[in-house]
């Protein structure tokens, strides 16, 4: 199975624009949760969803949202861009197995530079 | 969230075992211990998880404590490419992961 794939891999932005970034999740996996990595705070939640529904969600200001399509892919959008988004941004598929225990399948992350 | 604490770095030769300690002494009797890694410049990586027993897979064993308030990852013979960050993460259910500092792990030659 291919895996989680993220576009763009890169992206170079200014303060005040917004981006959308892109996750196809593995096939078959209905779950796409969203992470945000600095070096500073660390990886930190952003929002999960499965079914196209908001299931979990981070403590992050409303100018992060996201959205999931009926093919279980996802995006989430950043209005409003500021210094301090920059950073590695981490989709992650996930399936529950056994006992409803679920395993997350990191891409490779999208690197957002805000200048 | 529960939380977990590792030691923030550790070292190991090649080919020789590591025991990646966790400390989670408010795990909950339905959290389960799961632990990723991350690479440089690559996203995490599911490594194992555990409830109560003892796990083994093709990457590394968890040993969990009797009473659950401690895990060990164990990496049997551990190579360049071990060289990580490896994160303990107790989740219930659908929770989201919550990433701690983790440890980051130096394989020497």
Same mark, same amino acid.
């Not at chain 1, 895996?3 to 624009?17: A, D, E, H, M, N």
């Not at chain 1, 196209?52 to 279980?72: A, D, L, V, Y």
């Not at chain 2, 389960?32 to 995490?44: E, V």
């Given at each position: 199975?291919?895996?989680?794939?993220?576009?763009?891999?890169?992206?170079?932005?200014?303060?005040?624009?917004?981006?959308?970034?892109?996750?196809?999740?593995?096939?078959?996996?209905?779950?796409?949760?969203?992470?945000?990595q600095?070096?500073?705070?660390?990886?930190?939640?952003?929002f999960?969803?499965?079914?196209?529904?908001?299931?979990?969600?981070?403590?992050?200001?409303?100018?992060?949202?996201?959205?999931?399509?009926?093919?279980?892919?996802?995006?989430?959008?950043?209005?409003?861009?500021?210094?301090?988004?920059?950073?590695?941004?981490?989709?992650?598929?996930?399936?529950?197995?056994?006992?409803g225990?679920?395993?997350?399948?990191?891409?490779?992350?999208?690197?957002?530079?805000?200048? | 969230?529960?939380?977990?604490?590792?030691?923030?770095?550790?070292?190991?030769?090649?080919?020789?075992?590591?025991?990646?300690?966790?400390?989670?002494?408010?795990?909950?009797?339905?959290?389960?211990?799961?632990?990723?890694?991350?690479?440089?410049?690559? +996203?995490?990586?599911?490594v194992?998880? +555990?409830?109560?027993?003892?796990?083994?897979?093709?990457?590394?064993?968890?040993?969990?404590?009797?009473?659950?308030?401690?895990?060990?990852?164990?990496?049997?013979?551990?190579?360049?490419?071990?060289?990580?960050?490896?994160?303990?993460?107790?989740?219930?259910?659908?929770?989201k992961?919550?990433? +701690?500092?983790?440890?980051?792990?130096?394989?020497?030659?």
């Amino acid at each position: 199975k291919a895996g989680v794939t993220q576009t763009p891999r890169y992206l170079i932005k200014t303060r005040g624009q917004q981006v959308t970034l892109s996750c196809s999740p593995i096939s078959g996996h209905r779950s796409v949760s969203w992470y945000q990595q600095t070096p500073g705070q660390g990886l930190q939640f952003l929002f999960e969803y499965f079914s196209e529904t908001q299931r979990n969600k981070g403590n992050f200001p409303g100018r992060f949202s996201g959205r999931q399509f009926s093919n279980s892919r996802s995006e989430m959008n950043v209005s409003t861009l500021e210094l301090g988004d920059s950073a590695l941004y981490l989709c992650a598929s996930s399936w529950v197995g056994l006992a409803g225990v679920e395993t997350q399948y990191f891409g490779p992350g999208t690197r957002l530079l805000v200048l | 969230d529960a939380k977990t604490t590792q030691p923030n770095s550790m070292e190991s030769n090649e080919e020789e075992p590591v025991h990646l300690p966790c400390n989670h002494s408010t795990i909950s009797g339905t959290d389960y211990i799961h632990w990723y890694r991350q690479l440089p410049s690559q +996203g995490p990586e599911y490594v194992i998880h +555990g409830l109560t027993s003892n796990v083994n897979n093709r990457m590394a064993s968890l040993a969990i404590a009797e009473d659950r308030k401690s895990s060990t990852l164990i990496l049997h013979r551990a190579t360049l490419r071990d060289a990580a960050v490896y994160y303990c993460i107790l989740i219930t259910g659908f929770q989201k992961l919550v990433f +701690g500092t983790g440890t980051r792990l130096l394989v020497s030659p």
